[in-house]
């Protein structure tokens, strides 16, 4: 362990980062089985199933008692459906649907949810970011729907940062590489130091969370290489705490980070009952290329 990792840093240049694995969609349920109703596109741009919104649903009130909600400065979504469902439905706050001024999280049955409506009042602020997407290719339930057909769906979410309106990232017949997803782990993080927010929740899936954490803690100690960089649950919550060590010399460098993890996995077991969670804490210190 580097010798200067064991000082204090100042609040300012550290981050917490809250990350979310999608909860169960359809397409969970069919891989389950096999991989094959994968390639269909029955599953394009997998929903929130019926079990996955009763996780949704644990994991609100869970960010609700515990205050966390309270302390998110942003929500930063994946612009596939599965993870701005969850995304909206765990950080909304608790206003009303009809609240004047304040258009809806999500409207009323969004992507056959059979759900109803979302209200975006008492919350922070919430983006879609292509860069924290699914693996990309072949899947068509890794493919995102058209812009503009989300956007009536989920009104309060921002998505001017999405460059394309139409899907042109996934194409049919090549499946984006471990290696090539991790690279967009590490965009991701970088884009991440330019923003202000300092407390931000993050929206994504298996395959982002898994290569991304790999790559960000992969000269670090085994805690953090085996524990926390294990596949999250459908709707798990993990914890991270950021310290970007260019930026205490430099606030353009955006190398080297210091990673001071403190992970909260909240867990949800097989029932949907309320309150059946595994509660693991781990910390540690490290530094990472």
Not at 19 to 26: D, E, F, S
Not at 170 to 178: L, S
Request: proline fraction near 6%; aromatic fraction near 8%.
């Amino acid at each position: 362990m580097d010798a200067a990792a064991t000082g204090p840093y100042p609040l300012h240049r550290r981050k917490t980062l809250h990350l979310v694995r999608h909860a169960q969609g359809i397409h969970n349920v069919a891989r389950e089985k096999n991989n094959d109703p994968l390639k269909s596109y029955d599953f394009f741009d997998a929903q929130v199933t019926p079990l996955g919104w009763q996780q949704v649903s644990n994991l609100h009130r869970h960010v609700q008692a515990c205050g966390l909600s309270k302390k998110i400065d942003l929500v930063i979504t994946s612009p596939l459906l599965r993870a701005m469902q969850t995304a909206v439905g765990v950080f909304s706050g608790e206003g009303c649907t009809d609240g004047i001024g304040a258009p809806p999280l999500m409207v009323a049955n969004a992507g056959n949810s059979d759900h109803p409506a979302i209200s975006s009042l008492n919350c922070p602020p919430f983006i879609a970011v292509e860069l924290c997407r699914e693996r990309l290719g072949v899947n068509p339930c890794d493919k995102r729907r058209s812009i503009s057909e989300y956007r009536p769906l989920f009104p309060a979410i921002d998505f001017s940062l999405i460059e394309n309106v139409d899907d042109v990232l996934w194409t049919p017949d090549v499946r984006e590489k471990d290696e090539e997803i991790a690279d967009r782990g590490m965009k991701f993080l970088s884009w991440l130091w330019t923003r202000e927010e300092k407390e931000i929740a993050i929206v994504t899936h298996s395959a982002f969370l898994l290569h991304s954490l790999k790559a960000f803690g992969n000269d670090c100690h085994l805690l953090i290489t085996n524990e926390p960089c294990k596949q999250f649950a459908n709707c798990e919550l993990r914890s991270v705490v950021i310290v970007n060590k260019g930026c205490l010399k430099d606030p353009t460098i955006q190398g080297k980070f210091l990673m001071d993890l403190i992970f909260q996995v909240m867990l949800p077991r097989t029932s949907t009952k309320e309150g059946l969670w595994r509660t693991l804490t781990i910390q540690c210190t490290e530094w990472s290329n």
